[in-house]
């Protein structure tokens, strides 16, 4: 039977025919589907995001629609609205592209709080509420979200609600030269990142097969001195004279959790400190709030996250 491990090794191999470069925000996006969690990917244009995200659906054989995020979008846009039919004199719902399995939210923070909004119903408990009628979303649902770090002029910063429902905020920087120069290599010798079926991307576990994979995942063994490392990781966040707001319960959850798929990634049936370590970054800088006298310091929330964790025991 197909492990983890040895599913992911499958996936990175394949991912590799179309993505170069982005290695760890490709594994930041397989833990957090295989932890049911979401992911804000931060990074200049050109980076990879969408393909990366495409190509993730494409692994898992799953649906995917992505959504541009606009000043003028309404939540009605993302969610969906009852139709009245004239013919059968009745309304019915025409579904929204939420109704999906791997959503992607493009350029997130140009759409107003009230659009933003609208995703967190169906980030959090799967469902969406239509004029009052619930309706539960496709099995497994994802958002992955894109933002740009540099453009402010017209953008919307996402609400703390809204930050807090992302397992992960992973930054994607710009690929080493190296990696750079293969994918001019293979642009040059036609790869369209528009098709990637023609480049051999091959499906390798369908959308039930990762119900088995999660459930090896919830079968991670977590010793008490890892419970408390994390609960001290969050306290000390909340208690640091650098942080206005630091990581609440929602962030050590997330953390407890992608730990636990990380170590199965791993090839391992438990967690130990490094695992711990590995996805403190991702999985609290965005849910933490510099004071401004850190940001005149220079500091950042990484900068602030790695000083807490170095102050915090590590269980032997």
Do not use: C
């Not at 993730?56 to 609205?81: C, W, Y």
């Not at 994979?213 to 419970?227: H, T």
């Not at 999985?283 to 996250?305: N, P």
């Amino acid at each position: 039977m197909p492990t983890v491990k040895s599913t992911y090794d499958l996936m990175k191999a394949e991912a590799a025919k179309v993505l170069v470069g982005q290695d760890d925000t490709f594994e930041q996006m397989v833990i957090a589907l295989l932890a049911r969690g979401h992911v804000l990917l931060e990074g200049v244009p050109g980076t990879a995001k969408t393909l990366a995200a495409k190509t993730l659906a494409h692994l898992i054989n799953a649906e995917f629609k992505r959504v541009q995020f606009t000043p003028d979008l309404m939540p009605s846009d993302i969610v969906g609205t009852q139709v009245f039919d004239v013919t059968s004199g009745k309304f019915y719902l025409r579904k929204g592209p939420i109704f999906t399995n791997i959503l992607l939210t493009d350029e997130i923070n140009r759409a107003p709080a009230k659009t933003q909004s609208a995703l967190l119903e169906a980030m959090e408990e799967r469902q969406v509420t239509i004029d009052g009628t619930r309706y539960e979303l496709p099995e497994p649902f994802m958002v992955l979200a894109t933002q740009n770090p540099l453009e402010y002029e017209g953008t919307y910063p996402l609400p703390e609600a809204q930050l807090d429902r992302f397992m992960f905020k992973t930054l994607v920087s710009y690929a080493p030269l190296a990696a750079e120069i293969e994918v001019l290599r293979r642009y040059d010798g036609g790869f369209d990142a528009h098709h990637l079926a023609s480049s051999g991307l091959n499906a390798i576990v369908s959308p039930t097969d990762l119900e088995t994979l999660r459930a090896e995942i919830k079968a991670v063994r977590v010793e008490d001195g890892i419970f408390t490392y994390i609960a001290n990781i969050g306290t000390s966040s909340r208690t640091t004279t650098d942080l206005a707001l630091g990581g609440g319960p929602r962030a050590t959850i997330a953390l407890l959790l992608a730990a636990k798929a990380w170590a199965a990634l791993q090839g391992r049936d438990y967690i130990v400190p490094d695992d711990v370590k590995a996805l403190v970054l991702p999985a609290f800088r965005h849910r933490v709030l510099l004071k401004a006298e850190a940001e005149i310091e220079g500091l950042t929330a990484d900068s602030v996250l790695r000083r807490v964790l170095a102050k915090v025991d590590v269980p032997r």
